[in-house]
T-cell receptor
Framework: GESVGLHLPTLSVQEGDNSIINCAYSNSASDYFIWYKQESGKGPQFIID?????DKRQGQRVTVLLNKTVKHLSLQIAATQPGDSAVYFC????????????FGSGTRLSIRP | GAGVSQSPSNKVTEKGKDVELRCDPI?????LYWYRQSLGQGLEFLIY????????KSGLPSDRFSAERTGGSVSTLTIQRTQQEDSAVYLCASSLFGLAGDTDTQYFGPGTRLTVL
């Protein structure tokens, strides 16, 4: 069935360094991908998204890269800060249809001072 | 304005009892989603409401699970005869149109943590 998975369940990064969180997706029909951040005790929060007609999209301190050839997605966080500590989920869906979003299992990002 | 709210924030129940979880979406949002998140896991889609359309129930794990959305606003997720494996955080989200896309972000509530003893 459809699935979205992550290569690294946990990631420890030195404060100030860049973080890279990876994700693999299996549904080649998916054309819209989203990264969510979930802090402890809170619901997921939208970070950044990308459509399949792009391979890179930048936001504030975050960049999402999409490689459709190998069905791989990554989230890059520049100059990681303590407030970036959270679980990060990638998700896939279809852009133009009202359909369910398939979430990955998440990567926990911890920041070393 | 107010975001998505859910109640209760925590619910402890005994195996075999029924529970009702409530979601108040953002006012004006036509789409409402329920997800389940088990410890250390990702979000599992349960059910999706969009306007007056028939809900997408394809994610409900068994017939013990049901959900309603009254008046296109508040939604209630009901779990009958709860089992220990139902223990999880149940998250609700709403969006304006129910279409994926950067103009129709899903906003999540804080979740209800359900513990079945």
């Amino acid at each position: 069935g459809e699935s979205v998975g992550l290569h690294l369940p946990t990631l420890s990064v030195q404060e100030g360094d860049n973080s890279i969180i990876n994700c693999a997706y299996s549904n080649s029909a998916s054309d819209y991908f989203i990264w969510y951040k979930q802090e402890s005790g809170k619901g997921p929060q939208f970070i950044i998204d990308i459509r399949s007609n792009m391979d890179k999209r930048q936001g504030q301190r975050v960049t999402v890269l999409l490689n459709k050839t190998v069905k791989h997605l990554s989230l890059q966080i520049a100059a990681t800060q303590p407030g970036d500590s959270a679980v990060y989920f990638c998700a896939e869906t279809l852009y133009s249809s009202a359909s369910k979003i398939i979430f990955g299992s998440g990567t926990r990002l911890s920041i070393r001072p | 304005g107010a975001g998505v709210s859910q109640s209760p924030s925590n619910k402890v129940t005994e195996k075999g009892k029924d529970v009702e979880l409530r979601c108040d979406p953002i006012s004006g949002h036509t789409a409402l989603y329920w997800y389940r998140q088990s410890l250390g896991q990702g979000l599992e889609f349960l059910i999706y409401f969009q306007g007056n359309s028939a809900p997408d129930k394809s994610g409900l794990p068994s017939d013990r699970f049901s959900a309603e959305r009254t008046g296109g606003s508040v939604s209630t997720l009901t779990i009958q005869r709860t089992q220990q494996e139902d223990s999880a955080v149940y998250l609700c989200a709403s969006s304006l149109f129910g279409l994926a896309g950067d103009t129709d972000t899903q906003y999540f509530g804080p979740g209800t943590r359900l513990t079945v003893l």
